[in-house]
């Protein structure tokens, strides 16, 4: 190229490209400027485009922005991952959450649901806890969420969280008297009491072959004529025989569980009608009859008494549908209604365990419709159904008016008492 008006100095040996000293210049830029470019790509290619832009971009720090929360979770993470999966699932025990502020009772919920919800690898919680306390403390915790509700909610706030968490719920059924018996007299026992290692050694022996509740007495009663042992001893040598005939018979039956048997095909088809809309309360009210049929069949395979199977599964779908009515039930006493009020001829509810299902039972026979089962109750269980939410439930009025319906004999106030209400 040569330039207008001027002399060429130099010509190249390129018949392309033909240079003055400007052009030579030019040409010495332009082999610069291509090798930086060469290099800077190489450069970026080496490194993240987030190190090679940093000093020019105003990048935020997320990891720091995530709080305490997401740290937590990050070092749970690598806690549960490093435990081998010969001991998985872990089983975390929160004992006494009914004991917490409400505020408290909530953070708690909070985190129980992050394991839940998260991808976190498989943990199992076990709560102990009075879930009617647990339950009002939600309610605090969310009074204000709770005042955007529809005034005709018929379950309160309290007891729909617990659902949403609680997978299998189970309400420990009331002592018998002969364990209460039992635990009395270890009360007064005092220091550490130990038994002799050889008696140790035959009680081991005995829980190994005692199929029965019979067969327990009669060992008891045989080891401490041999050993003129104490009633303390027999009372201890008791307990343990005790436990180990129901854990040994409660794997049994665990292990003969056959969901395709027709009795046990038949008993959750018969609760299922209840839950048919909800696919969550259908799966719960199935694993806590599973594990209610685990006791009912353990209680009958030492010869105690026990439900019927059909009042299993009415129960069941009570205390799963109405937890809040069980418990209201559980707290009533004996004594608190005179013979006379309700009870069907020779019925002496002072005597009858759960004597406030007994009275539901009743006044639900004979109301014609949903008012007249408030008044009744009003009348007889002083309750007001303004201030007592499941009063207002249709399911639950129709429900109490089919067991009312039955012969005494089928409804579930008989079967109280029997190991599982």
Known sequence: MVGRGRAPRYRSANPICTLDRNGGAALTGLISSLFLSLRADTDVKKEPAAISLGE??????????????????????????????????????????????????????????????????????????????????????????????????????????????????????????????????????????????????????????????????????????????TETDATQIRVQLEEHLVSRTLDEGIASFDDRKS??????????????????????????????????????????????????????????????VVRWMRRGRRGEYPVGTGDLPGRRSETRPLARLGVLEDISKDAANLSTWHAEAETRLRLDAKQTSWLRDDDLYRFFRDEGALPEEDRLSRAAGRGLW
């Open 56 to 229: 020019f971009l105003d990048t935020p720090n997320y990891s720091a922005e995530l709080g305490f929360v997401h740290r937590a979770e990050a070092d749970l993470r690598k806690v549960l991952l490093s435990v081998p999966d010969a001991y998985q699932p872990i089983v975390v025990f929160i004992d006494d959450l009914d004991r917490c502020s409400p505020a408290k009772v909530g953070q708690v919920i909070e985190a129980i649901n992050l394991f839940l919800a998260g991808d976190l690898p498989k943990c199992m919680f076990i709560l102990g806890m009075d879930t009617g306390m647990v339950a009002a403390a939600l309610e605090a915790a969310h009074k204000d969420m709770i005042s955007c509700l529809p005034t005709d909610a018929k379950i309160p706030l309290g007891w729909r969280f617990m659902d949403k968490f609680v997978q299998l719920p189970f309400l420990i059924p009331p002592s018998e008297e002969t364990y209460l018996s039992s635990y009395a007299n270890t009360l007064f026992t005092t220091g550490s009491h130990r038994l002799e290692p050889d008696v140790v050694e035959r009680i081991k022996e005995t829980a190994a072959v005692i199929q029965t509740r019979a067969e327990v007495d009669d060992a008891v009663t045989r080891m401490q004529m041999e050993r003129n042992l």
């Open 263 to 324: 009795e046990v095909q038949a008993a959750i088809n018969a609760g299922a009608v209840y839950f048919g809309g909800n696919p969550r309360e259908l799966k719960r009210f199935i694993n806590s009859f599973r594990f209610n049929y685990y006791l009912w069949w353990a209680r009958r395979a030492q010869g105690q008494s026990a439900p019927k199977l059909d009042q299993l599964v009415r129960w069941t779908v009570l205390s799963m549908k109405w937890p809040e």
